[in-house]
Nanobody, 118 residues
Framework: VQLVESGGGLVQAGGSLRLSCAAS?????MGWFRQGPGKERDVVAT????????YYADSVKGRFTISRDNAKNTVYLQMDSLKPEDTAVYYCAASEALYGDLDRWSFWGQGTQVTVSW
C-alpha cells in the first residue's frame, strides 16, 4: 500500500489546515503521526475502518479531528486552533490493526510539513 499526504503548509497560530492521505489500496487502521524539530515521531490520531474507535493525543484533543472516506481510501486530519507547538512533519500511516507501537504500523507516507507561526 502506498500513502500520499497533502495539505500541509504555513499557517498563523489560531488558523486551520486539513491534511489528506490517499492510500493505493484498502486499509484497516489509519493514523496521523508527527515529528517536531528535535523530537521523536509520535501519534496524533488514529481511526479504524468503521470510524470507531478513534484515538487522539491529549495535546490535540478538541482541536483536531480525524475522519476517513473508505470509498476513496482516504483519511483526513482537520486541524483547528493551531499552535506553534503543532509545527512538525506530519506522516500518514496504515496497518492491519490499531497498534500503540509505531514500529508495528506497516505503511508510511513521505510526510508533509506543517508550520505554525505566531
Amino acid at each position: 500500500v502506498q500513502l500520499v499526504e497533502s495539505g500541509g503548509g504555513l499557517v498563523q497560530a489560531g488558523g486551520s489546515l486539513r491534511l489528506s492521505c490517499a492510500a493505493s489500496g484498502r486499509t484497516y487502521a489509519m493514523g496521523w503521526f508527527r515529528q517536531g524539530p528535535g523530537k521523536e515521531r509520535d501519534v496524533v490520531a488514529t481511526i479504524s475502518w468503521s470510524g470507531v474507535p478513534q484515538y487522539y493525543a491529549d495535546s490535540v484533543k478538541g482541536r483536531f479531528t480525524i475522519s476517513r472516506d473508505n470509498a476513496k481510501n482516504t483519511v483526513y486530519l482537520q486541524m483547528d486552533s493551531l499552535k506553534p507547538e503543532d509545527t512538525a512533519v506530519y506522516y500518514c500511516a496504515a496497518s492491519e490493526a490499531l497498534y500503540g507501537d509505531l514500529d508495528r504500523w506497516s505503511f508510511w507516507g513521505q510526510g508533509t510539513q506543517v508550520t505554525v507561526s505566531w
